[in-house]
């Protein structure tokens, strides 16, 4: 499994960034698909998820903001953020959760990772 990240930026508060996460080593379009998010001190934190059938949810922080999307075609999620606010300075996170057989664990697949900065 591989998942790799990009799109990351310096940007001016009120300003918008799409970010990218191209995926391989797993069947993409059978998987949902989650960007977590994780500030300097602070927990990873869950932005937002695209089930395999394209239902969204968002983080209550992030709602009305942030958006996302998935290409099955390009095996490529989409976060798509707009009136970004200094709080959302992050390292931005692509994760799938991969469950081999039934009964065994379930293992998480994180990216490397993509900066957000947000200036004030």
């Known amino acids: 499994v591989q998942l790799v990240e990009s799109g990351g930026d310096l940007v001016q508060a009120g300003g918008s960034l799409r970010l990218s996460c191209v995926a391989s080593g797993f069947i993409f379009s059978y998987r949902d698909m989650h960007w977590y998010r994780q500030a300097p001190g602070n927990q990873r934190e869950l932005v937002a998820t695209i089930t395999s059938s394209g239902g969204t949810n968002f983080a209550d922080s992030v709602r009305d903001r942030f958006g996302i999307s998935r290409d099955n075609a390009k095996n490529t999620v989409y976060l798509q953020m707009n009136s970004l606010k200094p709080e959302d300075t992050a390292v931005y996170y692509c994760?799938?959760?991969?469950?081999?057989?039934?009964?065994?664990?379930?293992?998480?697949?994180w990216g490397q990772g993509t900066q957000v900065t947000v200036s004030s």
């Open positions: 994760n799938v959760k991969i469950r081999r057989s039934v009964v065994g664990p379930e293992t998480d697949y």
